[in-house]
């Protein structure tokens, strides 16, 4: 499970794991979910000559700080908190979903903290709405279990992955500050300050449908590689963590030192 550490950020507290050494890498939880199931991924990369670093939103894991009033760019300041009291790296910094909104903004906002960032199973510009519903029936405890079992096979986990585990996690209040975040940060954050970007997709996301594969090229240019990895959907780095790792690996040795 890696070392557990915290560190201050501003009103914040944030707690995270460490585990691994070599270059940093830092893995973002998606909407209203900590990264306890990252475990999987943090080791492979661990092994594969990293040091992990798992930082845990506010209100996850005894992360604690204002949630009212806050945007992407108080999320990226503590989890820049994080790489500083790790030495400074600079470090690669994967986002799963939502984290990788606060990926590309501590990139943006700290560049001298980021060598590259990977958004990892990263929605598309234009999603059906029925998603998003589907996403907020998942994460209702007081829902039927097998609607919430049928929303993750629609929304999060391909064909033959087991999506029970996703029954639990969910924090409600996580997910409304983190909602209510976007509308107040503004779009500098998108262009990821100016490092190599990696678009980490699944080959069977509702939320990255094929149309989209190369939408982002407009934006990153020549700073971006897209990847597909097959027999996934949108819990990308919980169902094929192994596979996840070796992109991230493979992609980093090509990085400028």
């Known amino acids: 499970m890696g070392e557990l550490r915290s560190v201050r950020s501003g009103e914040a507290t944030i707690v995270y794991r460490a585990e691994g050494a070599g270059p940093l890498v830092m893995v973002i939880a998606s909407t209203g979910r900590g990264t306890e199931e990252f475990g999987p991924l943090a080791e492979g990369l ?18 604690a700080g204002p949630m009212d009033g806050v945007s992407f760019h108080d999320f990226a300041d503590d989890f820049a908190a994080v790489i500083r009291a790790e030495g400074g790296g600079p470090a690669i910094v994967a986002g799963h979903a939502y984290g990788n909104w606060i990926a590309r903004t501590i990139a943006s906002d700290h560049p001298d903290l980021v060598r590259g960032v990977v958004l990892v199973a990263a929605g598309a510009r234009s999603m059906p ?8 029936v998942i994460a209702d405890p007081a829902a039927p279990e097998e609607r919430r079992l049928a929303g993750l096979r629609l929304a999060f986990f391909a064909e033959g992955s087991e999506p029970r585990p996703w029954l639990e996690g969910w924090h409600a209040d996580v997910t ?28 069977a996301d509702p939320f990255r449908p094929p149309e989209s594969r190369d939408e982002l090229r407009a934006e990153f240019g020549d700073r971006l590689t897209v990847q597909v990895i097959a027999g996934a959907s949108h819990a990308l780095p919980a ?14 040795e090509r990085l400028p030192a």
């Open 176 to 203: 409304a500050s983190q909602r209510a975040a976007r509308g107040r940060s503004g779009e500098c954050w998108r262009t990821a300050g100016s490092v190599p970007v990696l678009d980490l997709q699944a080959d």
């Open 129 to 136: 709405k029925e998603l998003s519903a589907t996403i907020d």
């Open 239 to 252: 169902e094929k963590p192994a596979a996840v790792a070796d992109a991230i690996a493979g992609w980093a």
């Open 46 to 63: 661990a092994r594969r000559g990293f040091r992990v670093l798992r930082p845990e939103p506010r209100g996850i894991g005894g992360s």
